[in-house]
């Protein structure tokens, strides 16, 4: 049984006080939000160091579209800059780069430079870090059962349908669950992210925010998650 004393393989982060920590060294929002995706990058070369194979993080949620006009556009100039300048990093680092999330909700450059960076980088082994773009939990179990919906129309029969088929319907297919979820910042709240995939990870959350997690908060994160027992519903063994 899993006791829980390994690292974890997948680590899955909600992003936030990106606006706080600007607030608090009297930065723009967007200045925040900058730090934040600057710390992506950080983070990912620790992960890397560290051996842990699987970073998702929540860059921007199907509810953020009601944040405002200015701050809507900046994020989303943010990504594009991401997926247009860091192809070259990702490929000299072993950066796998997915992004799961409704696509068809994002503008057609960004859908084309989240397909060229998929494309580009989908033979790298060393990281898989995915962004999770106009996702949300509710939204992409609702899009995977419109898809059985569709395939029972076409003749699948419904008794075979199992767990592990639901999942292949959904955005991560290809991507094992997470066995810890950290958030910043905090709130101790899920915000609907991968609802289906966390049925078993362990819960972290931290008061910094996130533009200040360092590694340290990182390894604070990952102490707390191997001493905790992962029994995933079986009884204790005596
Ligand atoms: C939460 O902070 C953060 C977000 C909603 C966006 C996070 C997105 C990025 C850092 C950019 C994507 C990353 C890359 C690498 C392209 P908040 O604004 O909710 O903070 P607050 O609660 O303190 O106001």
């Known amino acids: 049984m899993d006791k829980g004393a390994s690292n974890p393989r997948h680590i899955a982060i909600i992003l936030d006080g990106n606006g706080r920590y600007a607030k608090k060294y009297g930065l723009l929002r967007q200045q925040g939000h900058k730090a934040g995706a600057d710390n992506v990058e950080e983070m990912g070369d620790i992960f890397i160091a560290k051996g842990i194979e699987y970073m998702t993080v929540y860059a921007f949620s199907t509810e953020n579209w009601k944040r405002s006009e200015d701050e809507v556009t ?3 100039a943010l990504m594009k800059r991401y997926l247009s300048k860091n192809k070259v990093d990702a ?5 796998r780069i997915r992004v799961i999330g409704d696509r068809s909700g994002l503008s057609e450059d960004l859908r084309r430079l989240i397909v060229s960076m998929e494309e580009d980088t ?3 082994k060393k990281l ?3 962004f999770a773009i106009n996702y949300g939990g509710r939204d992409e179990i609702l899009r995977a059962s419109k898809k059985l919906a569709e ?4 003749g699948l029969d419904l008794k075979t349908v199992d767990e592990a088929y639901f999942s292949s319907l959904l955005d991560t297919s290809d991507i094992p669950d997470p066995d810890l979820l950290i958030r910043t910042s905090g709130e101790e709240r899920i915000s609907n992210f991968l609802l289906w995939q966390i049925a078993y990870a362990e819960m972290y959350f931290t008061d910094k925010y996130w533009p200040e997690f360092t590694e340290e908060d990182l390894d604070l994160a990952i102490d707390s998650y191997r001493h905790r027992e992962r029994r995933f519903g079986a009884r204790k063994e005596d």
């Open 128 to 130: 898989n870090l995915t």
């Open 122 to 124: 989908k033979e790298m």
């Open 151 to 154: 395939r029972a129309k076409e």
């Open 74 to 76: 900046y994020l989303m």
């Open 91 to 95: 490929l000299r680092k072993g950066i």
